[in-house]
């Protein structure tokens, strides 16, 4: 099946951008190199088309009553424009998608998913909300996204694309009308820098695009570095340490996972699972050596294999060599004795925690 | 376009080695550094190891992969570039002085199975 392209596949391809598949998609992996792209955000500002992420809308009467019934946080309540991360779960507690959840107004919620799970997604949707008096709305090729991301970012956004986002707090959002429709701007990323996301047509999207880049002030990022930002600072991918398999509980997302909340699909097997205790979770190892544990590489102590790194690089921003390992529930305390079987040899390490770089978000 | 050296002989798997008498330096090429994006480990067997060619010894790791490092040639390895320890990016920076290891050649004809450097760049469609 051909890949398909998001709205701004060409300037990629002007740009110069080495493209690869991404969940359905051919996207920019890097312009430049994924560490000066990396650094750029860390450092100033960076931009990414992150076009290919799915959105769907839910409205009608019981639409809040339905988004808290398929997602592990919790939104009753919850004041207009503010925005909370969580999962939707299989009845066995293992992940469907990991998401955002938008609430724009009254009755009206806005999910944010991957572009990977579109269709799993939607059809996982529409099915729970037979029941429910909703409307979902499968709006993924309606919407461009860009996001923009680096401590420089709310200062390029003000100026450059004259849109005011200062107010923004961390993990809210706001429509703003904006050349005859009506975009979402939301202070959210994937880097665990300060940043915010744009949602808006095909057309608008290339608009802003077009603005920022001929700024000159501001990297364009593929999703290189995408992955070596939100590693470093823990931010899970899913398919790497969230799947069908795995658990909010044993990925250590747990705070995510409202337990106490009225039910919702999962919270019976995750209630259990708490109660009985974890026999495997994800934790950080760090190794003593340069050599890069990889996603799929077996985890080894006391001469058997105890886990599997889901994801794992040779740091940019500390310069070591880091994974996170999903790993048998007696080996994940930190400071724990591992080794990393990399090709034919073993590397030694120790559990750590799962964030190598510490976030700085502005809250 | 990417840097090929006359009198070096270079394998479809993106090394080369240069032969000094009964030695060969092997690294990777131009080509293959700039495929592969930063450089960040570079993976090299023991001095007093065997080499065959054809065969993998070795890996060299970029931020985004790791890709095997394949023998153009058999011998024993006498010498591992240190350096690249310490400052993997020099194979980025010029990886033709930045050979990865010395090889103590054990049959100097099998260099006339690999590609010479109009060969290698025809073969990269340069």
């Known amino acids: 099946m051909e890949n398909k392209r998001t709205c701004l596949y060409d300037k990629h391809v002007a740009l110069g951008a080495l493209i690869s598949p991404f969940g359905g998609f051919d996207m920019p992996i890097q312009y430049t190199n994924i560490v000066d792209e990396h650094n750029a955000v860390r450092q100033a500002c960076g931009v990414f088309d992150v076009s290919h992420m ?3 809308l839910i409205t009608g009467a019981e639409s809040e009553k339905f988004v808290n019934y398929i997602f592990t946080n919790d939104i ?10 969580g999962m939707m779960c299989h009845p066995t507690g293992g992940v469907v998608d990991d998401l955002l959840v938008y609430k724009m107004s009254p009755g009206r919620y806005f999910l944010v998913i991957n572009a990977s799970n579109i269709d799993k997604d939607v059809a996982w949707i529409t099915e729970n909300a037979r029941n429910f008096d909703v409307v979902v709305e499968n709006q993924s090729e309606k919407y461009g996204e860009v996001a923009v991301q680096g401590p420089k970012a709310e200062e390029i956004v003000e100026r450059v694309l004259g849109i005011g986002c200062s107010e923004l707090l961390f ?13 979402i701007v939301s202070r959210t990323g994937y880097t665990g820098e300060d940043g915010f996301e744009i949602y808006a047509s095909h057309e608008l999207i290339n608009d802003v695009w077009d603005k920022l880049m ?8 593929g999703l290189g570095c995408r992955d070596t930002l939100r590693f470093e600072v823990g931010l899970p991918l899913y398919g790497d340490e969230l799947t069908d398999e795995i658990t909010p509980l044993e990925a250590s997302l ?4 409202k337990l106490d909340k009225e039910n919702f699909i999962g919270k019976e097997a995750l209630v259990k699972q708490k109660a009985e205790g974890l026999r495997r979770k994800i934790v950080g190892i760090e190794l003593k050596d340069k050599a890069i544990p990889r996603h799929g590489y077996e985890v080894e102590a006391d ?3 105890i886990g599997v790194v889901t994801t794992g690089y040779n740091s940019i921003s500390t310069g070591k060599s880091v994974c996170m390992a999903l790993l048998d529930i007696e080996y994940a305390k930190l400071d724990t004795e591992v080794s990393v079987r990399i090709r034919k040899k ?9 964030r190598f770089y510490d976030k700085n978000y502005k809250k | 376009m990417s840097k090929i050296i006359e009198g070096l002989y270079y394998a479809e798997s993106h090394e080369y080695v240069r032969i000094e008498g009964e030695y060969g330096y092997v690294g990777i090429t131009d080509y293959a550094q700039h495929e592969l994006g930063n450089v960040v480990y570079v993976d090299m067997p023991d001095v007093d190891d065997e080499v065959t060619a054809g065969e993998e010894f070795g890996a060299v790791e970029s931020v985004k992969a790791a890709s095997d490092l394949i023998s153009p040639v058999s011998g024993t390895v006498v010498e591992v570039n240190e350096a690249l320890n310490d400052s993997p990016e020099l194979v980025n920076s010029d990886p033709y002085e930045n050979w990865i290891i010395k090889v103590q050649l054990s049959d100097a004809s099998e260099v006339e199975s690999l590609m010479d450097a109009a060969a290698y760049k025809n073969a990269i469609g340069e």
Not at chain 1, 254 to 257: Q, R, S
């Open chain 1, 171 to 183: 993990y809210t959002c706001k429509e703003i009308e904006c050349c005859g429709e009506t975009i």
């Open chain 1, 303 to 305: 001469g058997k294999v």
């Open chain 1, 214 to 221: 001929a700024s000159g002030e501001v990297a364009p990022c």
């Open chain 1, 346 to 354: 073993v590397f030694p390490g120790v559990v750590t925690k799962k």
């Open chain 1, 76 to 85: 009753a309540d919850a004041p207009d424009g503010k925005i909370y991360y």
């Open chain 1, 54 to 56: 799915g959105e769907v």
């Open chain 1, 254 to 257: 747990g705070m995510f996972a």
